[in-house]
C-alpha cells in the first residue's frame, strides 16, 4: 500500500534527533505495549508478523508519524484485537472517555470488517522449502515491478520499477504479500538487490551509494539491456 | 474568552499513554493479560537484553581469521556458536553480517517498519525508528553520517541496507588501531551499538600522554 509507513526517501522531516542515555522504554506504557503484543500473539489475534506489521501500517496516518514506535504499534494491537472480535470498538472508546479522553479523540486503529481471516505459520520461522528452482542468480539484472496494491507489501515505493543487480540469493521464504491477508504463506525466493544510487534518486545522488534491499521474487522481473 | 489547549500535546486526550492505558484494563479485566507481565518485560527488555552480543561477535571476528570468515559466510551460525540465538521474536533467522573495509562503508536502516537484529543489539533507538533516519538514510547517507559526526571519504563507496524482509543486518566495524594487544572483552567494550548499525566507527583507546 501506498501509506504513511512507507518512508524510504522522503522530504521533510529534518534532522536525525539522538536522544543520549536513551532508556529502553520511555513510561510504563511502552513496556505495557510490548507486552500486550505478547498478549495478542496468545489469544490468537495477530497470527502472523507480516499481518501485525500490515494492521500497523493500516492505522490513522498523523498517529503513525505523532504516536512513536509504541504507539504505533498500539494503533496495529487495537485493530487487531478488534479484527478478532475479542475487544469491541465501543468498549476501547469507552474505556478511553471514562480515563479523560474527549468524544473527538482520535482513534489510532482502521479496522476492516470483515477482516482478512488470521492466520498463523505452518511452521517455525519464516523460511521455506519449494520445489521450484529460482528465477534469478547473483549476478542477474532486475527490474522492479511497479505495482501499487492496496494491501500489504516489503516493495518499497522508492524501489519501484527502477533496475538493480541481483547480490544474493536467500532461499525461499513465506511471502508477506499474500501472508499478511491470510491468503497464505505461498513462499518465494528472496533476493538481495543492489541498486545503484543514481538509478532510485537521479543524477544528484551523492557519488558511490548503493542501496540494497531484500525483495521477493514477485517484485522482480528480468532487466533486458538495451541495445 | 476560553483558551484552547487542546494541541498541548502533553495533556492530548487521545495521547497513547492513555489509550494503552484503556486496552491494558480491558486486557486485564479479559484475562488475556496481567499486570506482571508489563513487569516481566520492563525487567527483560530494559535492562537484560543488550547490544553486548553483537559486540561480543565482533570482537570474536577481530581476533579470529577464521570465525570472521565464517560470521561473513553464515551470520546466523556464527552467532549461534556464541551461544547468540534468535529464537521466536529475535529476529534472527538469517543473519547477515556486512563488513567496512578502507573501500566500503556500510549503514542499515528498516525504511519500512523497524527491523533490527534484536538478539544482537536489543531493542533499536527512538532514532532508528523515527521517519528522519528512514526516510534520508537511503537518500542522503552520506549527509546523514554527517549528523552523526561520521564524514564519510569521497574514496569509500557507501552501502545501504534496507531490512525489507526477515533477512537481519550488522555491520562489522574497522578494529582500531592502537589495540593490537587487547583480549577479546577489552576489545568488545570499544564496540558501541552505533558502530554495528553503521552510524560510527569503533574509536580506539584514548591516548595518554
Known amino acids: 500500500m501506498n501509506g504513511i509507513h512507507d518512508l524510504g526517501g522522503c522530504h521533510g522531516f529534518g534532522p536525525v534527533e539522538v536522544e543520549q542515555d536513551e532508556p529502553a522504554f520511555h513510561a510504563r506504557w511502552e513496556a ?39 504507539g504505533r504499534w498500539l494503533g496495529g494491537l487495537e485493530t487487531l484485537f478488534v479484527e478478532a472480535g475479542l475487544i469491541s470498538r465501543a468498549d476501547l472508546d469507552g474505556r478511553a472517555r471514562a480515563l479523560g479522553a474527549a468524544p473527538s479523540a482520535r482513534v489510532a486503529s482502521r479496522t476492516q470488517s ?110 533486458v539491456p538495451c541495445s | 474568552m476560553s ?70 559466510e553464515e551470520g546466523t551460525a556464527a552467532a549461534a556458536e556464541l551461544g547468540i540465538k534468535g529464537g521466536p521474536g529475535g529476529q534472527m533467522e538469517r543473519l547477515v553480517v556486512v563488513e567496512n573495509s578502507p573501500s566500503v562503508h556500510n549503514v542499515v536502516v528498516c525504511t519500512l517498519c523497524s527491523c533490527y537484529p534484536w538478539a544482537l543489539l536489543g531493542l533499536p533507538p527512538r532514532w532508528y525508528k523515527d521517519p528522519a533516519y528512514r526516510s534520508r538514510i537511503v537518500r542522503e547517507p552520506r549527509a546523514v553520517l554527517r549528523e552523526f559526526g561520521l564524514e564519510v571519504s569521497k574514496e569509500k563507496a ?5 531490512s525489507s524482509a526477515e533477512v537481519r543486518y550488522l555491520v562489522l566495524p574497522e578494529r582500531p588501531e592502537g589495540t593490537e594487544g587487547f583480549d577479546e572483552d577489552a576489545l568488545a567494550a570499544l564496540v558501541a551499538r552505533e558502530a554495528m548499525i553503521g552510524v560510527a566507527l569503533v574509536s580506539g583507546p584514548a591516548v595518554t600522554p
Open chain 1, 114 to 223: 470483515p477482516a482478512d481471516p488470521v492466520t498463523g505459520y505452518s511452521a517455525s520461522g519464516c523460511r521455506r522449502a519449494i520445489a521450484t528452482p529460482p528465477r534469478f542468480t547473483v549476478g542477474s539484472a532486475v527490474e522492479t515491478t511497479l505495482t501499487a496494491s492496496p494491501g500489504h507489501t516489503r516493495l518499497p515505493g522508492y524501489a519501484r520499477g527502477r533496475p538493480g543487480t541481483v547480490v544474493a540469493e536467500h532461499g525461499a521464504w513465506v511471502f508477506p504479500d499474500t501472508h499478511a491477508h491470510g491468503q497464505g504463506e505461498q513462499p518465494a525466493y528472496l533476493y538481495t538487490v543492489a541498486f545503484d544510487g543514481r538509478d532510485l534518486w537521479g543524477p544528484e545522488s551523492e557519488a558511490g551509494t548503493v542501496v540494497h534491499l531484500d525483495l521477493f521474487e514477485p517484485y522482480l522481473l528480468p532487466k
Open chain 2, 158 to 162: 557507501v552501502r545501504v541496507w534496507d
Open chain 1, 32 to 70: 505495557s505495549v510490548f507486552a500486550m503484543m505478547f498478549a495478542a500473539g496468545r489469544a490468537g489475534a495477530t497470527g502472523n508478523a507480516d499481518r501485525f506489521r500490515h494492521a500497523i501500517e493500516r492505522i490513522d496516518p498523523a498517529a503513525y508519524l505523532e504516536d512513536g514506535y509504541y
Open chain 2, 3 to 72: 483558551h484552547d489547549h487542546d494541541h498541548d500535546h502533553d495533556h492530548d486526550p487521545s495521547s497513547p499513554a492513555l489509550r494503552a492505558e484503556a486496552l491494558e484494563a480491558l486486557l486485564v479485566e479479559k484475562g488475556l493479560l496481567t499486570p506482571e507481565e508489563v513487569d516481566a518485560v520492563l525487567t527483560q527488555y530494559g535492562e537484560r537484553v543488550g547490544p553486548l552480543n553483537g559486540a561480543r561477535v565482533v570482537a570474536r571476528a577481530w581476533v579470529d581469521e577464521a570465525y570472521r570468515a565464517r560470521l561473513l
